[in-house]
């Protein structure tokens, strides 16, 4: 029988330090077995249940793309409370752990190709982000997407995760970066400036565009306004939520907003969806 | 299929027959009060009774179950998908309120991505239940459609008579357990009839359900969360007692360097349930944790599954330390402003 | 008659705003129920009543509440009180304590509870005001080495077991436990902010229904209760699988009493036992 809470075995195969103070890693993962890699098919926006034997499992958006073959990202803080984001952040290259998935919708469900889209992601909540965006300025898939703008703010500098990343899109000319930082160091030659200010300013047209937005709440907050202003329909603007979610199949019961679970119907929603949930996430 | 009956003095021998084949669980009398478990004998079974404190859900969902064993040799993990048992089950004398129960729970755990663990047991398992004649002051079957005589969720229906117990079939699996007996004749239909009509008859609805579902829609920020709530002492003997309620956890219980991974019922009343690693709680008080438990069995199961996630046993009624009544909250919303 | 003089007491209270709310009963919905309610409005005072229904422990509403309270107590949640007055879990100040002599609660049935038929403190210990006449207190009678031979009665039996029976009796109690933590939660002192079940860093107990994880629990809480519980019966009020925790709880209110001399909750000046240390403790455990 096909059991859904078995783990899909995996090997930690790199591990990077996305800031200096070590608490945001990108763990890469390769398949153990052929046959689920083959199986495991998912879309940018969709997330996995990282399962450690021992402490238990978190789920995690998946941070690469389709398109990156042969391996599955995965961006974790670590937060002092949680049991498995600590046990992960203490693994290290060649161990084994397992993921259950890929589970809940993904931005593509949400109408968003043959369109411009503007992708806005704050801190480390630019996971999913890196996915669609790696996923979008592919050559296969680039022409499926009209105008890509991509703006990408965190608290300073060290903030910045995938940093790498940032370098290799600033310098494509098919898509426009801007990356901003609330406050620079000595070094920084960028931006500074908020996330709904560098929006306001640069203003990305809303004719025929979808806007994608992960951040943190105070950021949201600012920005669907600005937004709203520039003409972005409420369908069009969507936005990646965030529960305690444990069976991933939309079982437990813990993960609902109204009678939408995150982890099956979402956790993709629209504008317009979210404004017909209670306020309870 | 055609109506059976079983005289009386037979159901014993009845019984007996199936424990060779079946594991069977039946109400039993023990010092906690009268328990679904599991039966050796026929002695064990204590027929008398309105319902059982426990419901038989703990039947396909346990409490606590082992989803794998694994172990973690030098960095290597073994899981052990866990075997299936060969016996079958065979749940006997479940009262049609937990029946309608577990009709609610196979459409969240079968249908979408089935729960493989689910699956495996209620396949595994025939209900048989025993129509209700005797409802509590707490029952309130009725007021969420449901009845004393229902037969959802159930494989086959007792209605004890007079003389004999009258059998609806309603699965095919069960057929073959009354094969062998007689064809009911028109005075057992006659008199199961008339026991249904009177049954129903002393359960008269305590609330209107077809106004709740509306009524909750437009209520998420109806003040009167804020004071029902208020008596609440965040224990979980409402939702461990409900034959619906179902939210569970995932977590590894490990001894050295094996262990397994166990799935708990969990709670919406506790407040961890919904608590983030970052220590963010979408529900941060019992007030939305009650909001939560309401709407859930009466808006949003009824919207997903087209049923509602209360089958009116009156379990949490009769054992809610602080009396904090469910007929009495839906009341008190239905004519809240 | 009582109720009129509570509902008078109460109303006054918040007419003249000198509490925020006043906790107290009001008819449950089950025939021979009472159940726990929080008036703030003072025409709703006519609410509050009075029966021999009111079991809940109402103390296990205050631990870390910020507002003014006027609370309906009897000689058990006024213990409780004085606890959680120790404990720094709420302030004197900010109770008006609206005391009520008892003459013990019963079930629905209309038994008396066996914690109330041995209570050696059936009129509240602190008040503000006090709702009839104190009652007779039913001092149990001593025993020649100082014990107390009725309110032990059923400890010392247990006592004279081998510990594998003692060990059996816990474990055939126990294994009734869904883990649904009523006994916890109805209970006025514990109010630990993170029970220790609950923690997940690191994890201490197991989070199964097997045996070995509840005993684990039951034991953890009951040794927490050292010195504090006051025997108000709130556990086993709540335990829906009917399991006989004061048997355990008691053991512990015993040795507290005997061994210490130390009765719970009946002065917010003495220092609880495991709070402090005199050269003359017993050291008779320690072996």
Redesign the interface.
Known sequence: ???????I?MIIKNITDETTVKDIKTFELAFLNKEDEKNFSYLPGQFAEISI??????PIGIASSPTEKEILKFTVKW?E?????NALHNLFV?????IRGPFGNSFESKNIKNKSVVVIGGGFAFTTLRSLTTYMIHSHNRNKFENITIIYGARSPDDLIYKKELKEWAERDDIKLYVTVDKGDKDWKGREGFVPTVVEEVAPSAQEASAIICGPPIMIKFTIPKLVELGFSPENILNSL???M??G???????????KYVC?DGPIFSLAELNDL?K?? | MKSKVLAKKDLLKFINKLIKEYDVFAPVK????IVFSKIDKTDDMCLSYSNT??SVKEFLLP??EK??R?A?KE???E?T?LKEKKRRSLLFGVRPCDGKAIAMLDK??LE??P???Y??RRKNTLIIGMACDTPL??CFCTSVEGGPFSIEGLDALFVELKENYFIIPVTKQCEKLFVHLDNASQEDIKEAEKLKKNAEKRLKPVFEIKDIKEKLDGA?DNPIWE?IH??C?????CT??CPAC?????????VGEE?C????W???M?P????????HN??ATQK?RWR?RI??KF??LR??TGMYGCVGCGRC???C?????I??VIRDILESK | MKTKKIQDIARKLLKEKKVDVVIGFEK????S??????IRNPDEVDRLIWNSFCG?NLA??LPKRKDKIGIVAKGCDSRSIVVLIQENQIKREQLYIIGIPCDGMTDKNNVLHDYCLICEHKNPVIYDVLVGEKVKENKAQRHPEGLRDTKWQKIEDFEKKSSSDKWKYLESELS?C?????C???CPTCYCKECFI?QEKPRWV?????LSDIIFFHLGRIFHQAGRCTDCGACV??C????DLRQFTQKITKDGETLFDYETGLDIDVKPPFATFKEDDSEDFIK
């Open positions: 029988m096909n059991n859904p809470y078995l783990p075995p034997l021992g402490s238990g499992e978190a937060y409370k949680g049991v498995v984001t060649g161990d084994k752990i397992g965030e529960m305690r444990k069976c199949i939309g079982k437990c019961g813990r993960c609902n907003i109204g009678n099956k209670p309870e996430y | 023990k010092e906690e009060g404190k426990n409490q606590s989803l794998f694994f973690k960095n290597t993990n899981i998908d969240v755990f979408n991505i729960d493989a663990y699956k495996r002051q707490t998420f004071e208020e008596k002492i965040k224990c979980g003997i461990y007692l179902h939210c569970f956890d995932i977590q590894d219980e490990t262990g991974r166990v799935r708990n969990d709670s919406c506790f961890k349930f919904t608590m983030h690693a970052s220590s979408p529900r939305e939560q709407m859930h808006n949003y919207e997903n009624v009769e054992y330390p602080v009396n904090l009544d007929r009495k | 449950g919905t089950l025939p129920s009472a159940t726990p309610c929080f809940n296990n509403y009734k869904i883990r649904c933590n009523a916890r939660n109805a609950d197991g989070t199964t229904n097997n009020r709540a829906p699988m009917n399991i």
